[in-house]
């Protein structure tokens, strides 16, 4: 029943600290329209929109696909609203794959996006409620706790979390659209930066960015653009609950669910060897070697020694966020559909500085909240 | 909006780029049955948990349902004030609503008794000596200023007992 | 459906199962996840299935009725999702999640879907919270209240000589009569259109009972597909259409008399392809049941609103959800062949879903 789905355009914005040149409308349509240009589209080729972002509260627009359906020329067009914490940007991707492999649409516009400087995310996030103790401090005061938890069960040493850092801000030196571009980043200058949630130091922490990401979806019959197409081999999402008893954090069950069943669709039975590349959700730094043993790309407890041998680095055998990542751009609504994008132009060989050569099949994966949330979608050059 | 001359000098004024405009909102806040019974219990001086009638296990504070079975939780648990440090993290960042001076502990602690950590501060002992595994208590306020609100609980400080072994806690990180 | 799309063969989906919780001014008592709890129980057991039938979960509702972010994160609590669960929440109106799970069934990816919305109106001031829908630049800061603008557009109505303030006492009137027929429902009084017209103007040309009550309010949906839908209904009551459009955020570029997005959507979900016996149509506000009426082309053989409607009760983020529900329950229950819900978002209609229904 399933039609394929292919990625035919992407956008996105230059993600900043401070976007004070553009609206919340003016965002989202440069990413919008860098995707349609990409497709070689015009908005009245769209037939329906899917938006996603993070919590409302951090711009103070309650419901905003309603302010920005003209913007996004959706009047007279199906618009539909996700959000599904962190994993946002991911999910609002796969819901727009849907609407194609579903048959219902031809063409999706499908977009996310973040002006976290309009607001204050810190305080929308830290929202004092009478029974929880006002102690975390934002999400890295919540992840913190975990990332020591997996230091004491893994027994990585302390600098794997600075090579992480490291990595994927080199990484951005080749994205032009990246928030971060520290020319001097090394081991030396993460370790000097200030400690913010011990074990957590500034430099491992993702930034607070601006930005917008889009994607035009296609079927198969309405391929078009500049580059060819990404075809989606797989893609799903998995949620367990937020706090349970005996809940695994440094390794949820949702994440390594999601995982199989994305590479049972896509036929990878060694991620390993089989991905060419892939864009993961890592907020922080300590979240690269954890998701390597989530994402089954080495046994238990081993992924720190991936990420110390350089396998995940750019030049290595697995490259790990060659946009530079989360650690380098941090919109968070379109967080997650940036790493979707960044494995689409990876596998259409549009990526510029940052491509891998022989890019052929790529994994993309969100997470959100506290680690329950997540959503990855696999895409290949070849068609499924 | 931009560059236009002023009325008056006839230089050219730079654009608007932002413009401030403050939300405010209330809302009262519904603690719910098992949260009030909860609440409580913090009230009198004790943490009061649940037990799922299915997995048995205890939570607290419970917030009427057991997450894993979607069943509600009925059975009230009194638990200890003692409990284990799970896992921590030292907070060095400024935020805003901030009450507590930085550096500071933000720890899990499971309860004896629970199956489920919480957040807590730790207080009483330097930042850098603090372990995943030590035993604490919580230290209440004066009984004439407790309160149905978490605001019972002034902290957690260690108990002097011996580190808790990792394999007893290892399932709840 | 797009029109792109048309030839497609839409796999029969139906509402195998609906509940939703008494609708109550304020529940002091419980907290969104008691509140949601009681509920997919009883979606759940009224066909004797249990989470485990289901192989896709989507919610829908606002951070800002609580007034914290990820409010949707905790009421996954009342479901139980472990082992973990495909899952997905839009910040809309479940009659929005109700559509996404129903791409999914069409996909294949699914074959059983549990939708579900919460909404606790009371908690704030709605008119402040509502107003933050609006374009936060030029609009918000203004401050216009959800009230004033729907007066507005019942003016505009009036004006065009579409309807007068009677009728909007009439459409209160009956909607709260069909109320007592329903044991959910929180405005349930039989009471006269001239009672009605004595009340005092809230906005001008809006009286006390054209506006919603404040409701706090939480439902849910089974949704099924192949043997299952057949499986667990006797009667089952299939989506043979389903449509979504917006119209356009700047009330001064609308003919706000009129509902463009609800004809389109209506027309895509194929409405005019037979008559049908009712609609349960998510007004508001009185006199857009007038305005929405006209768009679905209803004539006044069909009973609007059986349920009493939003005059009736109005939890935000449930109340279209709940629309899809009633209309197939009156199905289910042989009081109607085939029936159209409608779910509307945004100030004045912006935007509007269609679903149609038919009985086996």
């Given at each position: 029943m399933a039609e394929r789905c292919a990625v035919i355009g992407v956008g996105q914005t230059h993600h900043k600290a401070k976007r004070d040149d553009v609206s919340i409308a003016g965002l989202v349509r440069e990413a919008a329209k860098m995707a349609l240009e990409d497709a070689d589209l015009t908005w009245s080729d769209i037939d329906a929109v899917v938006i996603g972002k993070a919590p409302d509260m951090f711009e103070g627009n309650m419901m905003p696909e309603l302010y920005l359906a003209p913007a996004l020329g959706a009047v007279g067009k199906p618009i539909l609203r996700v959000h599904t914490a962190g994993s946002v940007g991911g999910s609002t991707a796969l819901v727009a794959a849907h609407l194609i492999s579903a048959g219902i649409h031809r063409r999706v516009l499908t977009v996310a996006y973040e002006k976290q400087s309009d607001s204050d995310a810190m305080w929308a996030l830290s929202v004092p409620q009478p029974f929880a103790a006002p102690l975390l401090a934002g999400a890295g005061g919540y992840f913190a706790p975990i990332i020591r938890a997996y230091m004491r069960r893994s027994g990585a040493p302390d600098h794997i979390g600075r090579m992480v850092a490291v990595k994927d801000r080199l990484n951005a030196l080749r994205n032009p659209y990246a928030h971060l571009h520290l020319a001097d980043i090394d081991l030396q200058m993460v370790e000097e930066s200030i400690m913010l949630w011990d074990p957590l130091r500034y430099l491992e922490a993702c930034p607070s960015s601006d930005g917008a990401a889009a994607m035009v979806l296609s079927s198969e019959d309405a391929v078009s653009g500049h580059y060819p197409p990404a075809w989606v081999h797989g893609s799903a999402m998995r949620s367990e609950p937020t706090m349970f008893a005996g809940r695994d954090q440094v390794n949820p069950q949702a994440g390594r669910d999601c995982a199989a069943d994305v590479y049972a669709q896509a036929g990878i039975t060694d991620p390993r060897s089989q991905i060419d590349v892939a864009e993961i959700y890592v907020p922080f730094s300590w979240y690269e070697p954890m998701w390597l043993e989530n994402l089954g790309f080495c046994e238990l407890g081993d992924g720190w020694k991936l990420t110390e041998s350089g396998a995940t680095a750019f030049d290595g055998d697995i490259p790990w966020n060659t946009s530079g990542g989360v650690l380098s751009s941090n919109p968070i609504g379109a967080s997650g559909m940036l790493r979707f994008l960044e494995v689409a132009m990876q596998v259409r060989g549009q990526a510029g500085e940052h491509q891998i050569d022989g890019a052929r099949l790529a994994l993309g994966q969100a997470y959100g909240g506290g680690s329950q949330f997540f959503s990855m979608w696999v895409v290949g050059s070849d068609k499924p | 909006m931009t560059d236009q001359p002023s009325a008056g000098s006839g230089e050219p004024i730079g654009p608007v780029t932002m413009l401030a405009t403050p939300i405010r909102l209330d809302f009262d806040f519904t603690p719910g049955v098992a949260q009030s019974r909860f609440l409580r219990g913090l009230e009198r001086g004790t943490f009061l948990g649940q037990r799922c009638p299915t997995c048995h296990k205890v939570y607290v504070p419970s917030r009427g349902t057991c997450p894993t079975d979607g069943v509600a939780t009925t059975e009230d648990v009194e638990l200890a004030g003692t409990g284990t440090v799970t896992t921590y993290c030292v907070v060095n960042v400024p935020f805003a609503g901030q009450s507590i001076e930085i550096p500071y502990i933000a720890a899990q602690v499971l309860l004896d008794g629970a199956n489920l950590s919480f957040m807590g501060l730790i207080q009483e002992i330097p930042a850098d000596e603090v372990r995943m595994g030590m035993r604490v208590e919580a230290v209440w306020v004066a009984p004439d200023e407790l309160t149905p609100s978490l605001a019972s609980v002034r902290y957690f400080r260690p108990n002097g007992e011996p580190d808790a072994d990792y394999d007893t806690y290892k399932e709840y990180l | 459906m797009s029109p792109a799309a048309a030839g497609r063969t839409v796999r029969p989906v139906s509402i195998a199962s609906f509940a939703q919780a008494q609708n109550v001014r304020r529940d002091d008592v419980h907290n969104e996840v008691e509140g949601l709890l009681p509920v997919i129980e009883e979606v759940f057991s009224t066909i004797g299935?249990?989470?485990?039938?289901?192989d896709f979960i989507c919610s829908g509702s606002t951070d800002y009725l609580i007034g914290g972010p990820f409010s949707f994160v905790m009421a996954l609590d009342a479901v139980g999702v472990w082992p973990p669960r495909a899952e997905s929440h839009v910040e809309m109106d479940g009659a929005w999640a109700l559509y996404e799970a129903w791409v999914l069934l069409q996909e294949g990816k699914a074959d059983a879907a549990l939708v579900y919305s919460f909404g606790r109106s009371s908690l704030g001031d709605l008119g402040e919270i509502l107003t933050l829908q609006l374009d936060p630049y030029y609009l918000a800061p203004l401050g216009p209240d959800i009230v004033s603008l729907s007066a507005l557009q019942a003016r505009a109505l009036i004006d065009a000589g579409k309807a007068s303030e009677a009728d909007f006492a009439a459409i209160a009137s009956r909607s709260r009569r069909d109320a007592l027929g329903n044991p959910k429902a929180q405005v349930r009084q039989d009471v006269a259109v001239e009672v009605l017209l004595a009340d005092d103007y809230v906005v001008s040309p809006l009286r006390r009972h054209a506006l919603p009550p404040i409701t706090d309010g939480a439902a849910a949906i089974v949704l099924a597909a192949g043997d299952k839908a057949t499986r667990w209904s006797e009667r089952p009551v299939w989506i043979t259409g389903i449509d979504h459009r917006s119209e356009t955020h700047s009330l001064g570029a609308r003919d706000l008399t009129t509902s463009p997005s609800t004809a389109s959507a209506a027309a895509m979900a194929g409405l005019g392809a037979g008559p049908v016996d009712l609609a349960e149509i998510h007004a508001p506000f009185a006199h857009q049941e007038i305005i929405l009426k006209e768009a679905l082309g209803l004539d006044d053989a069909v009973a609007v609103n059986p349920s009493g409607g939003a005059l009736a009760a109005n939890p935000l983020m449930s109340a279209g959800l709940i629309r899809i529900g009633e209309a197939a329950n009156r199905i289910a229950s042989g009081g109607a062949d085939r029936a159209v819900a409608h779910a509307t978002s945004g100030p004045c209609l912006q935007q509007n879903l269609v679903c149609v229904l038919e009985g086996a």
């Open positions: - | - | 299935i249990t989470k485990d039938d289901v």
